[in-house]
């Protein structure tokens, strides 16, 4: 089922396609590669990525599949190729909340992508109807920290994380109207 891409002005947001996935645990990097006609970062997936990220995503997008709007989408420069990966952590009805994620490769970070994609899944969430967006970040993730910020994201209060250990969960209300 086809998704649409999100556009930004140095980015595209385009679904991560359960194929490609599949291919990516696998073990299979060339057919993931031709599936999303795009070449992958050498970083891209890591064994956090491949153990669980991947997985889950994979599982989701199988139970939802409408829903695919909702989930792991290639961050990707007009210039550069795949600079990360961001998207929500599954449908709001299925996690819960609308909450976003993301992710910059090493060599592409210190250059805006992880706020530009941000801020473009934010507005996104807010045009399907969402009133408030999350974020869970590392209280040691300084840009990570500066992103949700710069974006008018609050912190409302702390979680623990079974993989990640201790995350600040900020959240940002739609605007009036």
Known sequence: ????????PRLELIPLDPIAIRR???????EAERVLGRILPD????????DGFLPIQLDRMEQSPRRRGWM??????????????GGFHGPPEMIGRAEIGYTVFE?????????????ALVRWAFEQGEKKVFAAVS????????????LGFQQVGTQQ???????????????PG
């Open 1 to 8: 089922m086809p998704v649409s891409s999100i556009r930004t």
């Open 24 to 30: 990516l645990i696998e073990g299979d990097r060339p």
């Open 43 to 50: 970083e891209f997936p890591n064994r956090y990525e491949l």
């Open 72 to 85: 792991a989408r290639l961050m990707v420069s007009d210039e550069l190729g795949v600079v990360g990966h």
């Open 107 to 119: 060599p592409f970070r210190g250059r805006g992508f992880a706020k530009e994609a941000a801020g």
């Open 139 to 150: 209280p040691d993730n300084a840009p990570s920290l500066a992103v949700v910020r710069a």
């Open 161 to 175: 994380d079974e993989v990640d250990g201790l995350e600040l969960v900020f959240t940002v209300d739609a605007p």
